[in-house]
């Protein structure tokens, strides 16, 4: 399968503890939507032929744009790709966007145009949280939102952050009811994190707010998977939560390590060997696409680097890390380094080998589940000569 992220860059106002690339100034957005669709056009043969079979509208704010300037683009994947007939078609939303104007006829005409699945920025229920984040939403609308949004489509995730300074045990847990309260199959959520030039962190520096605990950040990781865990979610990937039949196809594809065109300013792609990314500027990429060039760079994984990234992608999973695909894939002596590196972990409980079919997998126990990504780390391979 290949899929197909479209980064829209806008937003109608600037989040706190956001460093995704994004404009606040809708000035030149047909400028960007005519970008977007010639980029469309220009890398057309680097699926291969494959099918299509996610397309994903992240951003920014994919919701600052109409149903019908989303079609163009649609349109345009369409133009030039094999799409499946039962593709998943997800758009990123904010709750105001969605309820502005007339929400029934939005999310009518979401549908209209092949949208399946919605992707809502709800972040937190609480007033508080809300504008200490500086979300352009309130907690009365993050309601209406999703009562709305229920009546029309049954594919839905909510995004949650925890870890928010002020954030008790309770209002989280409270946070998480009242989104499984409107039948939500689908759940985001992620520790607040402190980016660098964010406001956030201007903020924290100088005192105005608390700096995120990593204590509470763990605790209330582990009521998110105690609660979900009790209404059937599975827990797929780190901070992902899907009943049965709703995992993100779009991003279990991404850690999965399979083939993704990314469109848009800073939207990376990946082919299997090669990682690519354009440029993180709304008028240079214009520019560059006005003159038919592609505003982008490439570089060519090595063995190591792939071998780090499945890693770093298959402990966040249930599938794991596979023993034997290492061994196939990258030669024994990086399957034997993994393993040796990994007893230490195994013997203090954080990770265990599984077999299943057959193969052998490396997994995070659910003691080691949070630590994912810095199991990860220990277990780079940075000296191992490749052969």
């Known amino acids: 399968m290949a899929g197909i992220y479209i980064h829209i860059p806008f937003c109608r106002q600037a989040c706190h503890y956001c460093d995704f690339h994004f404009s606040t100034s809708m ?9 977007l669709m ?12 494959e099918i299509v079979e996610t397309i994903y509208f992240g951003g920014g704010t994919p919701s600052r744009l109409s149903p019908q300037e989303l079609e163009q683009i649609i349109g345009e994947v369409y133009k030039h790709h094999a799409v499946a007939e039962a593709i998943e078609l997800t758009i990123e939303v904010n709750p105001d966007d969605l309820i502005e104007g007339d929400p029934d006829k939005l999310l009518q005409e979401y549908k209209a145009i092949g949208v399946n699945r919605l992707s809502i920025g709800i972040q937190s229920f609480r007033e508080e949280d809300l504008k200490l984040m500086n979300r352009a939403h309130n907690a009365g609308e993050a309601l209406k939102c999703l009562e709305t949004a229920t009546k029309y489509f049954d594919n839905i995730s909510v ?8 954030l008790s045990d309770e209002a989280w847990k409270q946070n998480i009811e009242t989104a499984l309260s409107f039948g939500i199959p689908h759940i985001s959520s992620y520790a607040l994190t402190v980016e660098p030039k964010t406001a956030l962190e201007h903020f924290i520096k100088k005192g105005v707010i608390d700096d ?4 509470q950040a763990a605790r209330q990781f582990d009521i998110l998977v105690e609660a979900l865990g009790k209404h059937g979610f599975v827990h797929y990937e780190l ?9 993100s196809i779009n991003n279990s594809a991404y850690w999965q390590g399979k ?8 939207a990376h792609s990946y082919d299997g060997t090669t990682r690519s990314w354009n440029i993180a500027s709304n008028p240079k990429y214009i ?10 760079e490439r570089e060519t994984l090595t063995m190591k680097d792939r071998y780090n990234e499945y ?12 023993i034997d695909r290492i061994r196939s894939e990258f030669g024994p002596a990086f399957s034997d380094h993994l393993l040796e590196q990994s007893q230490a972990h195994i013997r203090e409980g954080y990770l265990k080998l599984e077999e299943d079919e057959g193969e052998t997998l490396l997994k995070t126990t659910a003691k080691g589940k949070f630590l994912a990504d810095g199991l990860a780390s220990d277990l780079f391979l940075l000296n191992l000569q490749e052969s």
């Open 38 to 49: 010639t980029e469309i056009a220009l890398r057309k043969d680097e699926m291969n032929g």
């Open 212 to 215: 995120p605990s990593d204590d």
């Open 239 to 247: 901070s992902n939560f899907g009943n049965p039949g709703y995992f």
């Open 311 to 322: 890693l770093m992608t298959g402990l966040r999973t249930i599938w794991g890390v596979s």
């Open 27 to 35: 000035k030149h957005k047909e400028e960007m939507i005519e970008a």
């Open 287 to 296: 520019k560059s696409l006005q003159q038919g060039e592609l505003p982008l």
């Open 259 to 266: 083939k993704y065109l990314g469109i848009g300013p800073s």
């Open 159 to 166: 995004d949650l952050i925890y870890g928010i300074p002020g």
